[in-house]
C-alpha cells in the first residue's frame, strides 16, 4: 500500500481506463458439442468504460453521475478492484476500502459477532482493531439482540447493516460508496449519512455513485458525468448536476 496522499495531492488517479466485456449470443452446451461443431460462442465486444480519466484530490469528495447502463457503477467496481480495466491504470494514493457489496463476506452458519471478525479481516483490520471497535460496529448496527445468532437467521435488514457497520468501521484513507443513503430503514439511512459526514470532516477521501442528484450537488467538492461509457465533463458539484438534468431535459 503507497502512503497516503496529503491535502492538495491526488489520492486516486484514474488514467485512460477502458473496460470491455464480452457478449455472448450462444453457449456451447457440452465440450463434446464445442468440438464436433468445431468452433467457440460467437460473441460482440461490449465496451462499457472508453478511456475515462480524471484525477480525485486527497479529502475531496468526489461524485460519479449517469444514466442507468451509463457506465458508472462499472467505473465504481473497477475503483472498487471487483473488476480490473481492460486498459488504463488506477492509481491509489492510501489505503482504500470499498462500501459496494456489504456483508458479502458473510458466513450464513456463524453468528453475527463471528461475522464481524471474519468480515472485518477480510476488509483488512487487524484482531486487535476489531476488538476495540466491536461495541461500536454491534451498536453502530442495531442488531445487539441477535449478536450471537447466526445470520442466516437474519431478515435482510439486519444482514445488510450489519454488513454496512463493519465496513464502516474499517476508517480507510479512501473510500468507494455506492449509494450511500440506501442502506436499511429509513432511520438508519439517516445514522448512515452522519457517519458519511464524519468520514468527510476527518478528511477522508471519498468516491460516490448515487442517483440522489441534490445530494451530490450539495456535498461533493467534484463530479464526474459518464455517459454510453465516455466522460462527458468534470467539475464543481452543481454545475456538472445542473448540466446533466439539462441533458435529461432535451
Not at 6 to 14: D, F, H, L, S
Not at 37 to 57: I, M, P, Q, Y
Not at 151 to 173: C, E, T, W
Not at 210 to 235: F, M, P, Y
Request: charged letters at 25%; a neutral charge; proline letters at 2%.
Amino acid at each position: 500500500m503507497s502512503k497516503a496522499a496529503r491535502p492538495g495531492e491526488a489520492a486516486v488517479i484514474v488514467d485512460d481506463v477502458s473496460k470491455k466485456f464480452r457478449l455472448y449470443h450462444e453457449r456451447n452446451q457440452t465440450l463434446k458439442s464445442a468440438v464436433m461443431r468445431g468452433r467457440t460462442s460467437r460473441h460482440d465486444e461490449f465496451w462499457a468504460l472508453k478511456n475515462v480519466s480524471f484525477d480525485v484530490e486527497a479529502g475531496q469528495t468526489y461524485g460519479i453521475i449517469g444514466s442507468n447502463g451509463s457506465g458508472k457503477s462499472t467505473l465504481l467496481k473497477c475503483l472498487a478492484k471487483i473488476y480490473w480495466p481492460t486498459s488504463g491504470s488506477i492509481t491509489y494514493n492510501g489505503k482504500m476500502a470499498s462500501l459496494l457489496e456489504v456483508g458479502s463476506g458473510f458466513h450464513l452458519e456463524l453468528s453475527g459477532r463471528e461475522n464481524i471478525y471474519l468480515n472485518g479481516s477480510i476488509l483488512g483490520m487487524s484482531r486487535k482493531e476489531i476488538d476495540s471497535k466491536i461495541d461500536s460496529i454491534i451498536e453502530f448496527s442495531g442488531v445487539e439482540r441477535f449478536i450471537d445468532q447466526p445470520v442466516k437467521n437474519y431478515s435482510s435488514g439486519m444482514y445488510v447493516r450489519l454488513g454496512f457497520s463493519v465496513a464502516i468501521h474499517v476508517q480507510p484513507d479512501i473510500l468507494v460508496v455506492d449509494e450511500v443513503l440506501s442502506v436499511g430503514d429509513e432511520e438508519f439511512q439517516k445514522k448512515s449519512f452522519d457517519k458519511f459526514l464524519d468520514l468527510k470532516r476527518e478528511g477522508k477521501t471519498i468516491i460516490l455513485v448515487s442517483h440522489a442528484l441534490d445530494v451530490v450537488a450539495d456535498i461533493c467538492d467534484r463530479v464526474s458525468w459518464i455517459e454510453k461509457g465516455v466522460l462527458q465533463t468534470s467539475g464543481p458539484g452543481p454545475e456538472v448536476v445542473a448540466a446533466y438534468r439539462a441533458s435529461a431535459e432535451d
